[in-house]
Structures are given as structure tokens and as C-alpha cells.
């Protein structure tokens, strides 16, 4: 099965790559503000489930354009793909993307693949039997502490993300690290987080199809992932934290007090950084009409400058 995945994600990779040599060319439209498609995601969907369903027939899907259309409804066997994690970077040129294929059975993720098609890397994971780049078996990094650490991240793009939350927990955990990145794939910084590249990984408001393949190469690179508050079952809860074992404890001490799952006291302790936040910079919200405003109001609180003809210069 995992062969039949590798084979299916480096279908949908050369449909990538082609039309990578004529970006300006592809079609796009808008989910939603921020969110886009193209033609490529769907040519390579198509190609991954063709080949997924030509070997098993009886096996279900959940892929992030056609959701459940394809496959078989009652399987215990799930396909969960993601066909160009990353369209923002292939669109713009930025070649930080890949394709993401994983296989849950009876809900439990056993097989994984992520493909990155411009570096014609191909990560993979079995359940038990290790996590992989190419034919190198892979280990998380063995830093211990965050301090020392280079932790990846995504920021909230879409309208309704909180991103004041978000900003707070970033604030806390570029002050704790040696440096943050947002590359702008989830599955490919999860598979970052498998082969040591980076050491950690934190995001909010994710999919299945962002995360399943890379959560079973990060366990299978000696790594752990979660929610925010360190819960193991992650997958349809929109947050994800990933690093090796003692890096992911410092990060969840950190960020599950923002977790959608935190208890009281740590929700309140948020909402009152924040109200401080708001009053300390009352600015920070406004938006570009208020600016303007404010800015008409100070011009004519201004004295009339007086013209004293032309100035001598020297």
C-alpha cells in the first residue's frame, strides 16, 4: 500500500511540476478570501484517486477538493489526501509545496507519504517500521532545549481565525527560541519536523488532510504530535503541535493555555493578556478609515504654516 501511494503522489508530482514551467498560466479561483484552488489541485486529486482506487476499489477517500465524492462510504480503509498542500506558494512561484497522501485504518494512520516535487523528495512512513527520505531512514533532532531550537509555524490567513490569540502565541514562543519560520505547507513541516530540519512545529486551524501524513512520520521519526494541550487524538480538533519528546513538552506548556480545550483559568489568563494588549495599544485594531481620521484630525489641529517666501539654501 505504501508503494501505491508513492506511486500515486509522484503522478500527481509531475502533473505539479509541468505546470510549474508556466505558473502564470494556471487557472485559480477563491474558496474564500485567502483560500485558493487551481486547476493543478484538481488534475492532481484526479490522479491520486485514480490510482488509489485502481489498486483498492473497496477503499474510501477524504481529499481536501472532492471531500468524500470518491471511494467507498463504509470503509475501514481511508485514503487522506491532499493533492497540492501549499497552492499560495506554487502560485506565486515560491516552490515550498507538496503533495500528501496517508491511509487510516479503522482511524488509525499506517501509511504516509509526502512529495516534494521540486526537490523530487519523497518522505514515507510505515506504521512500526520507521519514517524515511528517500532510502535514509529519518530521526527527529535530538535538541532538548527550546531555547536552542527552530520551530516552524503557519499564520492565520482566513477570515474569523483568531489572530490576536495567535500573535500572543507566537510572541511567547519566538521570546523561548532561536528563530521561527512559516514556510506555508503544514505536511511538508511536519515532514521537516520528522527529518531533523527543524524542531518543532505549532499550528492552529488545520485539516486531516494537512496533517494525517505527517503526524505518522513525525511518531515514526521517535517524535510526538498532538493538540495544544498535548492530547494524542488531534486530527479533526485544528490544532497541532509537533517535536521531538522533550521540545513537544515545552511547547505544549507553552501553547495549551491557548488551546480551544484549556481549562477555565487558562482561557481567562488569555482574554486578560489580550484586554491588556487592547489597552496598552489601542491602536493596534484600528482599522485603515480610523487611521485617516485620526490623521485629518491632527492636520487641523495644526497651526497654518506661514510663507515666508522662497528659503536661501546652503
Known amino acids: 500500500m505504501l508503494n501505491v501511494a508513492v506511486k500515486a503522489a509522484r503522478a500527481a508530482g509531475a502533473i505539479i511540476n509541468r505546470a510549474a514551467l508556466d505558473v502564470e498560466a494556471v487557472r485559480v479561483s477563491t474558496k474564500q478570501t485567502n483560500d485558493f484552488v487551481t486547476e493543478?489541485?484538481?488534475?492532481?486529486?484526479?490522479?491520486?484517486?485514480?490510482?488509489?482506487?485502481?489498486?483498492?476499489?473497496?477503499?474510501?477517500?477524504?481529499?481536501?477538493?472532492?471531500?468524500?465524492?470518491?471511494?467507498?462510504?463504509?470503509?475501514?480503509?481511508?485514503?487522506?489526501?491532499?493533492?497540492?498542500?501549499?497552492?499560495?506558494?506554487?502560485?506565486?512561484?515560491?516552490?515550498i509545496y507538496c503533495v500528501s497522501i496517508a491511509l487510516a485504518v479503522r482511524g488509525k494512520i499506517e501509511q504516509a507519504v509526502v512529495y516534494d516535487p521540486t526537490r523530487n523528495d519523497i518522505y514515507s512512513a510505515s506504521k512500526g517500521r520507521g519514517a524515511y527520505l528517500n532510502d535514509r531512514r529519518i530521526r527527529v533532532a535530538k535538541r532538548t532545549r527550546l531555547q536552542e531550537c527552530l520551530i516552524s509555524t503557519g499564520f492565520p490567513y482566513r477570515p474569523g481565525d483568531k489572530l490576536k490569540p495567535y500573535l500572543h502565541m507566537l510572541g511567547e514562543v519566538i521570546s523561548q527560541c532561536a528563530g521561527v519560520r512559516r514556510p506555508g505547507a503544514a505536511a511538508l513541516d511536519?515532514?521537516?519536523?520528522?527529518?531533523?530540519?527543524?524542531?518543532?512545529?505549532?499550528?492552529?486551524?488545520?485539516?486531516?488532510?494537512?496533517?494525517?501524513?505527517?503526524?505518522?512520520?513525525?511518531?515514526?521519526?521517535?517524535?510526538?504530535?498532538?493538540?495544544?494541550?498535548?492530547?494524542?487524538?488531534?486530527?479533526?480538533?485544528?490544532?497541532?503541535?509537533?517535536?521531538?519528546?522533550?521540545?513537544?513538552?515545552?511547547?505544549?506548556?507553552t501553547l495549551g493555555k491557548y488551546s480551544k480545550f484549556a481549562g477555565a483559568g487558562d482561557k481567562a489568563t488569555v482574554r486578560q493578556a489580550l484586554q491588556e494588549d487592547a489597552t496598552a495599544n489601542p491602536s493596534a485594531g484600528a482599522t485603515l478609515s480610523d487611521v485617516k481620521t485620526t490623521l485629518k484630525a491632527k492636520k487641523a489641529r495644526l497651526p497654518a504654516a506661514r510663507n515666508t517666501g522662497p528659503q536661501e539654501t546652503h
Do not use: M
Open 40 to 95: 493543478v489541485d484538481h488534475a492532481a486529486e484526479a490522479a491520486i484517486i485514480e490510482t488509489l482506487l485502481t489498486a483498492y476499489p473497496g477503499h474510501g477517500i477524504l481529499a481536501e477538493e472532492s471531500g468524500s465524492e470518491h471511494g467507498a462510504k463504509d470503509s475501514e480503509f481511508i485514503w487522506i489526501i491532499d493533492p497540492l498542500d501549499g497552492t499560495t506558494n506554487f502560485i506565486h512561484g515560491f516552490p
Open 190 to 253: 511536519l515532514a521537516y519536523v520528522a527529518a531533523g530540519h527543524s524542531d518543532g512545529f505549532f499550528e492552529p486551524g488545520l485539516q486531516p488532510w494537512d496533517v494525517a501524513a505527517g503526524s505518522l512520520l513525525v511518531t515514526e521519526a521517535g517524535g510526538l504530535i498532538g493538540n495544544f494541550t498535548g492530547e494524542a487524538d488531534f486530527l479533526h480538533q485544528g490544532e497541532c503541535v509537533a517535536g521531538n519528546p522533550r521540545i513537544y513538552g515545552q511547547l505544549v506548556a
